[in-house]
């Protein structure tokens, strides 16, 4: 994940170092959404109001309460268009939905022609329950019960990657009571360990997932699978991280893959391996997160991805296989913002006379625990009144109201020096693995889901109320 820079970025010494960058010079910069980081349908009215999907940010709050996330279904769709098109074929592209699932969701993806990865029998029985089209849902996770392969197998899901010869087992005893002959694909580790900006080739390949290629598990999972009566082999699969924005760690994965592939052809021959067809290189196309972050256009990616794959393909004298991908982030991040209500503010004095202003909202680490897990950055700004000119802008740690002092939303923004409780405030860019990682920590409910387009909101998931709180208790 993104990791804070080691000091300060300006030569402000009345700020201690601080990631928010240098304090905004007007009350438009304070007020500015980025384009490249606020959702395509997100406006600042000349009152000073931002409007999401053309609907006031005031009567969301005032219709749906706070904390809430507000998605703008067109920037999701046209997310999801803009992958299928890059790729060149909408089943390529599966929707990783760990990033963000409910029902709507899954029926836009399926309605925009893309697959999806399900990696639970929840996530699973979501897919299914809203109708998704078997043939384009895959399975992953690397300790699937026999309970979810039976289920997914009942289905008759389009691919099963699988992870462990344990599994490549259980898949095939599975497959073969229920008269199957599952697809499945297998999960290379290729010893590549993608981070945020970078990549690290790791010398041992020491994490849960996948099959070795380095010490041979790859090479033996296929020839199981291969023997096996109830799985045919459709493609492999590696998965080298998230929120990455250059294409270095997918130009070596995809070397080693197809060299397992070139390996493969030498061993089995071209025949037994006909239904192989398949490259997938995962998910973790970068997004951006602030104005400074850049990350490649789906397009570009994808023309890299295809270029590698031709090169590696022609070098070992293999077939081109189809390149499939896995994006999560990339789809359902940008698009969605949280909205919270400013309850209390605090002015910290801190060493060397500088101070902090902490703002605490009605949410926090229960609806977005990214920043106290990764130290992740977003942009913050408030948008429910305008900023007159001559307000200045103070250094602010937007907290939420969880019993700890990590209980971080965003640690360092500008916001206006105005500020006051009843404000509200939007975070960019929580479309993924906000909701999806939500906890009730303290209790809280987990906060509502809504979709907006052209002008009109509507309930995707409704918050919890103080009844859900005693749904699991037995003693009632
Ligand atoms: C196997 C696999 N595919 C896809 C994804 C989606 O990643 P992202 O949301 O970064 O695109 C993940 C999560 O990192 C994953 O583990
Ligand atoms: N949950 C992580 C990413 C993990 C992706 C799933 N393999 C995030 O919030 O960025």
Same mark, same amino acid.
């Given at each position: 994940?993104? @990791?804070?820079?080691? =000091?300060?970025?300006?030569?402000?010494?009345?700020?201690?170092?601080?990631?928010?960058?240098?304090?905004?010079?007007?009350?438009?910069?304070?007020?500015?959404?980025?384009?490249?980081?606020?959702?395509?349908? @997100?406006?600042?009215?000349?009152?000073?109001?931002?409007?999401? %999907?053309?609907?006031?940010?005031?009567?969301?709050?005032?219709?749906?309460?706070?904390?809430?996330?507000?998605?703008?279904?067109?920037?999701?769709?046209?997310?999801?268009?803009?992958?299928?098109?890059?790729?060149?074929?909408?089943?390529? /592209?599966?929707?990783?939905?760990?990033?963000?699932?409910?029902?709507?969701?899954?029926?836009?993806?399926? #309605?925009?022609?893309? %697959?999806?990865?399900?990696?639970?029998?929840?996530?699973?029985?979501?897919?299914? *329950?809203?109708?998704?089209?078997?043939?384009?849902?895959?399975?992953?996770?690397?300790?699937?019960?026999?309970?979810?392969?039976?289920?997914?197998?009942?289905?008759?899901? =389009?691919?099963?990657? /699988?992870?462990?010869?344990? #599994?490549?087992? +259980?898949?095939?005893?599975?497959?073969?009571?229920?008269?199957?002959?599952?697809?499945?694909?297998?999960?290379?580790? !290729?010893?590549?360990?993608?981070?945020?900006?970078?990549?690290?080739?790791?010398?041992?390949?020491?994490?849960?997932?996948?099959?070795?290629?380095?010490?041979?598990?790859?090479?033996?999972?296929?020839?199981?699978?291969?023997?096996?009566?109830?799985?045919?082999?459709?493609?492999?699969?590696?998965?080298?991280?998230?929120?990455?924005?250059?294409?270095?760690?997918?130009?070596?994965?995809?070397?080693?893959?197809?060299?397992?592939?070139?390996?493969?052809?030498?061993?089995?021959?071209?025949?037994?391996?006909?239904?192989?067809?398949?490259?997938?290189?995962?998910?973790?196309? %970068?997004?951006?997160?602030?104005?400074?972050?850049?990350?490649?256009?789906?397009?570009?990616?994808?023309?890299?991805?295809?270029?590698?794959?031709? +090169?590696?393909?022609?070098?070992?004298?293999?077939?081109?296989?189809?390149? @499939?991908?896995?994006?999560?982030?990339?789809?359902?991040?940008?698009?969605?913002?949280?909205?919270?209500? !400013?309850?209390?503010?605090? #002015?910290?004095?801190? =060493?060397?006379?500088?101070?902090? *202003?902490?703002? $605490?909202?009605?949410?926090?680490?229960?609806?977005?625990?990214?920043?106290?897990?990764?130290?992740?950055?977003?942009?913050?700004?408030?948008?429910? *009144?305008?900023?007159?000119?001559?307000?200045?802008?103070?250094? $602010?740690?937007?907290?939420?109201?969880?019993?700890? $002092? %990590?209980? /971080?939303?965003?640690?360092?923004?500008?916001?206006?020096?105005?500020?006051?409780? =009843?404000?509200?405030?939007?975070?960019?860019?929580?479309?993924?693995?906000?909701?999806?990682?939500?906890?009730?920590?303290?209790?809280?409910?987990?906060?509502?889901?809504?979709?907006?387009?052209?002008?009109?909101?509507?309930?995707?998931?409704?918050?919890?109320?103080?009844?859900?709180?005693? *749904?699991?208790?037995?003693?009632?």
């Amino acid at each position: 994940m993104r @990791a804070h820079p080691a =000091g300060p970025r300006h030569a402000d010494v009345l700020v201690p170092a601080n990631t928010a960058g240098a304090r905004p010079s007007t009350s438009d910069d304070l007020a500015q959404l980025h384009p490249g980081v606020w959702p395509r349908n @997100a406006a600042r009215r000349a009152d000073g109001v931002v409007e999401l %999907g053309g609907v006031d940010v005031r009567e969301l709050a005032e219709q749906y309460g706070t904390p809430l996330f507000v998605v703008d279904e067109d920037d999701f769709r046209s997310r999801c268009a803009e992958h299928a098109a890059a790729f060149g074929e909408a089943g390529a /592209v599966h929707y990783a939905s760990k990033a963000f699932l409910s029902l709507d969701v899954a029926r836009w993806v399926a #309605e925009e022609g893309l %697959g999806i990865d399900v990696c639970s029998g929840g996530e699973l029985a979501i897919a299914l *329950r809203a109708g998704f089209p078997v043939e384009r849902i895959a399975l992953h996770g690397n300790n699937k019960s026999v309970a979810e392969l039976t289920a997914a197998v009942r289905a008759r899901v =389009g691919a099963v990657v /699988v992870d462990s010869y344990l #599994e490549i087992a +259980r898949l095939d005893q599975v497959a073969r009571e229920h008269g199957v002959r599952q697809p499945v694909l297998i999960r290379v580790t !290729v010893g590549v360990e993608a981070h945020t900006h970078e990549f690290i080739a790791t010398a041992h390949e020491d994490q849960k997932f996948g099959f070795s290629l380095a010490g041979g598990d790859a090479a033996e999972a296929a020839r199981r699978v291969l023997k096996s009566e109830g799985l045919r082999l459709v493609g492999l699969h590696s998965h080298i991280g998230s929120q990455i924005y250059d294409a270095d760690g997918f130009e070596i994965a995809a070397h080693r893959v197809v060299g397992l592939l070139a390996e493969l052809h030498a061993e089995h021959g071209a025949d037994s391996l006909a239904d192989l067809s398949t490259v997938d290189l995962g998910g973790g196309l %970068g997004i951006a997160y602030t104005p400074d972050d850049d990350p490649p256009p789906p397009a570009r990616l994808a023309e890299q991805l295809r270029e590698i794959v031709r +090169r590696e393909c022609a070098a070992a004298n293999l077939p081109v296989p189809r390149i @499939a991908v896995e994006p999560g982030r990339a789809i359902a991040g940008p698009g969605t913002v949280t909205l919270y209500e !400013v309850g209390t503010t605090k #002015e910290v004095v801190l =060493g060397g006379g500088a101070q902090r *202003r902490y703002v $605490s909202v009605d949410g926090g680490m229960s609806d977005n625990i990214r920043t106290a897990l990764y130290d992740a950055v977003y942009d913050c700004r408030l948008v429910s *009144r305008t900023v007159e000119p001559e307000t200045g802008a103070a250094l $602010s740690r937007v907290v939420g109201k969880h019993c700890e $002092s %990590g209980d /971080v939303v965003v640690r360092d923004c500008w916001l206006p020096a105005d500020l006051a409780p =009843g404000d509200l405030l939007a975070v960019a860019a929580t479309g993924a693995y906000c909701y999806a990682m939500a906890n009730g920590y303290n209790r809280l409910p987990r906060p509502a889901v809504v979709a907006v387009k052209d002008g009109r909101a509507r309930l995707m998931l409704r918050r919890e109320t103080e009844d859900d709180l005693f *749904r699991l208790e037995a003693s009632l």
